[in-house]
């Protein structure tokens, strides 16, 4: 059982250039979701997709767009990167029992370095 | 507006002593979880509780528990026998029942001493 799943691990871009990083989950969630983390102001929601076929903006969009491919897979594409996304990036999955919360289970996260 | 609140920067405590971790949150809503995440030095992000605003009890889940006290919009995570593994970075998160908009306090960092 792999749960969720990202490539790549790490990756180095030079201002301007394009890069898609791939999720899939392998738990039968309906919801997606992309993170990115900075230091010290912990995790920040960039995109989620609540179900196959919806996507909708967090609080931090700018720069970014996603495909929910299918049920397992979500991507996010940086089209034009720059030197403000370098960060961490984290894909996520959850699947809410009725009456609770939206517990999330991450990837092990993408570290992504633009000069 | 929403908002998560972890006060302590930093942690240090003794290997087998219990430790608690501060969470405050701020929310007009009834219904709504909150969870904790373990992050060690390797970096993934590992679940560790959650509490719904409408349990009466407070979540347990082995060394973990939580100490939820609604009106005072608290969730603190308390470690019991702490152990050098648990040498990490912990996160508060709250998201609300049927929204998928999960906001992350700014972690505490946990240091275990042997």
């Known amino acids: 059982n792999a749960g969720v799943t990202q490539t790549p691990k790490f990756q180095v871009l030079k201002t301007g250039q394009s890069m898609t990083l791939q999720c899939a989950q392998d738990?039968?969630?309906?919801?997606m979701y992309w993170y990115r983390q900075d230091p010290g102001m912990g995790l920040r929601l960039i995109y989620y997709?609540?179900?196959?076929?919806?996507?909708d903006k967090g609080e931090v969009p700018n720069g970014y767009n996603v495909s929910r491919l299918n049920k397992r897979e979500f991507s996010l594409r940086l089209e034009s990167a720059a030197p403000s996304q370098t960060s961490v990036y984290f894909c996520?999955?959850?699947?809410?029992?009725?009456?609770?919360?939206?517990?999330?289970?991450f990837g092990p996260g993408t570290r992504l370095l633009v000069l | 507006a929403q908002k998560i609140t972890q006060t302590q920067p930093g942690m240090f405590v003794q290997e087998k002593e219990a430790v608690t971790l501060d969470c405050t949150y701020d929310?007009?809503?009834?219904?709504?979880?909150l969870f904790w995440y373990k992050q060690p030095s390797s970096g993934e992000m590992i679940f560790l509780i959650y509490?719904?605003?409408?349990?009466?009890q407070n979540a347990t889940e082995g060394r973990y528990s939580l100490n939820f006290q609604k009106a005072r919009k608290s969730a603190n995570l308390v470690i019991s026998a702490s152990q050098l593994g648990d040498s990490a970075m912990y996160f508060c998160?709250?998201?609300?029942?049927?929204?998928?908009?999960?906001?992350f306090g700014a972690g505490t960092r946990l240091f275990v001493k042997a």
């Open positions: 996520a999955s959850s699947g809410a029992l009725q009456g609770q919360g939206e517990t999330q289970y």
């Open positions: 738990m039968n969630h309906n919801s």
């Open positions: 997709s609540a179900s196959e076929g919806t996507t």
């Open positions: 929310t007009s809503d009834q219904s709504y979880g």
């Open positions: 509490q719904g605003s409408y349990d009466e």
């Open positions: 998160a709250m998201s609300h029942f049927g929204g998928f908009k999960t906001i």
